[in-house]
């Protein structure tokens, strides 16, 4: 019999890593191949094909090892000639030519992916990806398959995956060469005869019957089961994405291998008792694929997390890290073969390094803590570490953050995302037949989902949840070296229990204490100050320059809060209007700093020789990263002062855009002030909104819910006697699924942009 460090040196002479390098190879050709064209790439090729004759001139190499830097070179100008050549496809023909010229056509299109709303400064639009198969321009028709990017302004009509349509509209030149055009949409119609094939048909009642199951168990729950079971997370609010960001539970919000290999293992551990032999085995689980991928929709994520669950069910049926690895490695070259713009994929990258994590360091850890704890306990702890560890640089580079609790996390809510997943799955085909019956598998299923929100919400509000490491090519590269030597020397600590405690407990003291969350978070775009019972924000304008709008009742609270925004540079200060709890703490604002001039409406403050301006509806200014547009007051106002009691109505509503996010900050304004608003700008939608009046009961309901923002910010005093914020006010913003940031509640709060997406974060 093996001993147990014998057993680790066999599994460690196992792995079999000859196909990680043509992998990679293939990886780095599709990568290239997306942003070049085909002659660069055939001129690469050559380059390629030449350096490897010279090396083979000189280095006298074994003959497998001759072969094997043969499938290298294969793969990689396989790679880069096939993906140049989709890539140019999309550049080049009748589409692109006709979006050059900026031509209004007229086409026929298969609906290619589901719509995406995306919300305006003043509307929101539609996308979707569409196939065009029939287009009429320039007074000629042509047949084609040609895939383009769809806007629709406003309301879009109901559109399904899989439907054709006839749609007219101006082309435009496409943002990558995943598509051959943009086309700006000015009418949309589904054809008469363009419904969807009967599996499009079948796969959106399933989904609607899972949507159906869980509702009315909460909104948390309702909206993470469809995220669970099949991807759709149009529902989930950004306050709980960005806490299971923070908790490192991001991975469950997403199509992942993760469901797959649970949804296929459980039809296969339900067939197994019924006598099906390994064929019927095989076939179940490549049906089952399919289904799945019908389910969340064929779209590449979706297409990467298939690829990679069948590896993870391969690897874990064949029992050896050897095939896993092989596996895994000739998985990269199909998918990227097949799609070679998910090469370029984070979600891509994320899910090989998981999968990798998973079939080949796991298996190691497992080993060793299984020496000293149950098998179990060891496997549970070694697939989330190892999981993590494999993403740990990755996610670094994009974010700035290390979760410090991913571990435990992933730990604690393992146990409840089978049958959450599963169980939701049941509910919606239990539900096709009859609604009641679904309902009654939803009621047990909000158990296991409401387990997994609780934990996610709980892990996120933890002190040092989040490292915040930056995300320069220092310190990327600096966890790449500490994870890699984590990966080659990690058993070898896991072996014994006391170095493992030891050793952790000193790495989380070590690295929570320099590396817990700082201030301000990286990206910020916004910060409202708590200086008690009153107002001050901040817009970042530049490194060491904001925006500030109002300075709150007290010197030393706004003072402060700018030193902790490493704020030094003022060029603009606003004071929507004269209350003291907006003007008297002018001198912290000043104080130090290079301030330029002041900003003020028809309620004037006294500011003491300070260059001020009247503000009026309709001026736009661009101070460094911001765009500022007045709102309010109207110009027939401005000239005119108001007394103290009007003084509410009369603030300065400013509307901020930076980074694609669009912010509006209301001063004090009153229902009046804000009915006017809503008249004045009715299609006026934010990503982000100041509550007016420290969320006090006083507000336009229609308005305040009308503006779709996503994230709130209140500004009030802890334990303030005005019984702000109102709870009417909070049930209104949230009944809109806006997530409120109080700073009565948490301190100072921050809205962040990372990827694209903004984020709340509590001091």
Not at 86 to 104: F, N, Y
Not at 406 to 415: K, T
Not at 700 to 708: C, I, N, P
Request: hydrophobic share 50%; glycine share 10%.
């Amino acid at each position: 019999m093996l001993t147990p460090s014998a057993r680790l040196r066999e599994r460690a002479d196992d792995v079999d890593l000859r196909m990680i390098a043509p992998a990679l190879g293939a990886w780095a050709g599709a990568v290239v191949a997306v942003r070049v064209t085909v002659p660069t790439a055939l001129l690469l090729s050559g380059c390629a094909l030449l350096l490897a004759a010279v090396v083979a001139g000189r280095v006298q190499a074994a003959r497998a090892r001759a072969a094997w830097i043969a499938v290298l070179l294969v793969l990689f100008v396989g790679a880069l000639v096939l993906g140049a050549v989709r890539a140019s496809a999309h550049r080049s023909g009748v589409v692109p030519s006709l979006a050059a010229e900026r031509a209004t056509v007229a086409v026929v299109a298969d609906v290619a992916t589901d719509p995406r709303e995306v919300r305006g400064t003043f509307g929101t639009s539609t996308v979707v990806r569409l196939t065009v198969r029939r287009v009429e321009g320039r007074g000629t028709v042509w047949r084609l398959r040609s895939p383009v990017t769809a806007w629709v302004r406003g309301d879009a009509p109901d559109l399904r995956l899989g439907q054709q349509v006839e749609a007219s509209g101006r082309l435009g030149p496409a943002d990558d060469s995943a598509t051959a055009a943009t086309l700006s949409v000015t009418s949309l119609s589904p054809r008469p005869d363009g419904a969807p094939a009967w599996w499009w048909a079948g796969a959106e009642k399933l989904r609607a019957a899972i949507t159906a199951a869980v509702s009315g168990r909460g909104d948390d729950v309702s909206a993470l089961v469809p995220a669970l079971v099949h991807g759709d997370d149009h529902a989930l609010s950004d306050g709980l994405r960005e806490d299971f960001r923070t908790s490192g539970l991001t991975h469950l919000l997403a199509v992942s291998g993760t469901n797959l290999t649970l949804l296929v293992g459980f039809l296969l551990a339900l067939a197994r008792p019924l006598g099906t032999g390994p064929r019927a085995r095989v076939a179940l689980a490549v049906a089952a694929t399919v289904g799945y991928v019908l389910l969340a929709r064929p779209e590449p994520s979706v297409v990467r997390a298939a690829v990679m669950g069948l590896v993870g069910v391969a690897g874990l049926s064949t029992g050896g890290r050897r095939r896993g690895a092989r596996c895994l490695a000739w998985a990269v070259v199909g998918v990227v073969l097949l799609d070679p713009w998910l090469a370029t994929s984070a979600g891509f990258l994320l899910s090989a390094l998981a999968t990798g994590g998973i079939l080949l360091l796991a298996p190691v850890w497992r080993d060793a803590l299984a020496r000293w704890m149950p098998r179990w306990l060891a496997e549970a702890l070694a697939v989330p570490a190892a999981a993590q560890l494999a993403c740990t640089a990755p996610v670094a580079a994009l974010s700035g953050e290390v979760s410090l609790v991913a571990v435990v996390a992933n730990l604690v809510a393992a146990p409840a995302v089978g049958p959450a997943t599963v169980l939701g799955l049941a509910g919606g085909l239990a539900g096709l037949p009859w609604g009641p019956c679904g309902q009654l598998v939803g009621l047990v299923t909000a158990l296991p989902a409401g387990w997994i929100v609780l934990v996610g919400r709980r892990s996120a509000a933890l002190p040092g949840a989040a490292a915040v490491v930056g995300e320069g090519a220092l310190t990327v590269t600096l966890l790449v070296v500490v994870s890699g030597l984590v990966a080659a020397t990690g058993h070898l600590l896991l072996r014994r229990p006391l170095p493992s405690v030891l050793v952790t407990a000193l790495v989380t003291g070590v690295t929570v204490a320099p590396l817990s969350p700082g201030w301000p978070p990286p990206h910020w775009v916004m910060v409202a100050c708590d200086v008690g019972q009153g107002d001050a924000a901040v817009l970042r304008a530049g490194p060491t320059a904001g925006v500030v709008i109002d300075a709150g009742p007290d010197t030393e609270a706004v003072d402060r809060c700018l030193d902790d925004l490493r704020v030094r540079a003022v060029p603009l200060l606003v004071l929507t209007h004269a209350h003291a709890d907006h003007v008297d703490g002018l001198a912290g604002v000043v104080r130090g700093r290079d301030v330029g001039w002041v900003g003020v409406g028809s309620s004037r403050p006294a500011l003491h020789g300070r260059d001020a301006r009247m503000l009026e509806s309709g001026q736009r200014w661009e101070i460094g990263d911001l765009t500022l547009t007045v709102l309010a007051p109207d110009v027939a106002d401005v000239r005119t002062a108001v007394s103290a009691d009007a003084a509410n109505d009369a603030s300065v509503v400013l509307l901020a855009e930076t980074r694609g996010v669009r912010i509006l900050l209301t001063g004090d304004v009153e229902p009046p002030a804000q009915a006017t608003l809503r008249q004045t700008y009715p299609d006026l939608r934010v990503d982000v909104v100041k509550v007016p009046h420290h969320g006090s009961a006083h507000q336009d309901a229609a308005w305040l819910a009308g503006l779709g923002a996503r994230w709130a910010t209140v500004s009030s005093g802890k334990d303030n006697t005005y019984g702000h914020p109102a709870p009417v006010t909070l049930e209104t913003l949230r009944g809109a699924g806006v997530t409120v940031l109080r700073t009565d509640a948490g301190g100072d709060v921050a809205l962040v942009v990372r990827s694209g997406r903004i984020m709340g974060v509590r001091r």
